[in-house]
């Protein structure tokens, strides 16, 4: 079981930037991931980082976002660069024991309770 706990949203004016940090209970052989939700809309998966620290980004966000794990803390990180509108969302992270980094929300088993962000 792993339990994942973010923080660092908030309130930003479009073109700012935030970095979100996922603290883990443990980063061992697990793949981690970034994903947002606007309500009524399908979770999205925006980054995604696996134990060799490879790394996945959606098409939308390329040269925006950037996911990096720190193993000394237990933590993934997602840095997210010029802020747009269409960035607000609840942003969650999430975990699984994977072979591989993904972006499919459905092949994570373990998720934290989100971060907000909101861009105006």
């Known amino acids: 079981h792993v339990q994942l706990v973010e923080s660092g949203g908030g309130s930003v004016q479009a073109g700012g930037s935030l970095r979100l940090s996922c603290a883990a209970s443990?980063?061992?052989?697990?793949?981690l991931g970034w994903f947002r939700q606007v309500p009524g809309q399908a979770r999205e998966g925006v980054a995604a980082v696996d134990r060799d620290g490879s790394t996945t980004y959606a098409d939308s966000i390329k040269g925006r976002f950037a996911i990096w794990q720190d193993n000394a803390k237990n933590t993934v990180y997602l840095q997210i660069n010029y802020l747009r509108p269409e960035d607000t969302a609840m942003y969650y992270c999430?975990?699984?024991?994977?072979?591989?980094?993904?972006?499919?929300?459905?092949?994570?088993?373990?998720w934290g309770q989100g971060t907000q962000v909101t861009v105006s």
């Open positions: 999430a975990a699984d024991l994977l072979l591989m980094r993904s972006l499919d929300p459905s092949e994570y088993q373990y």
């Open positions: 443990a980063l061992d052989n697990i793949c």
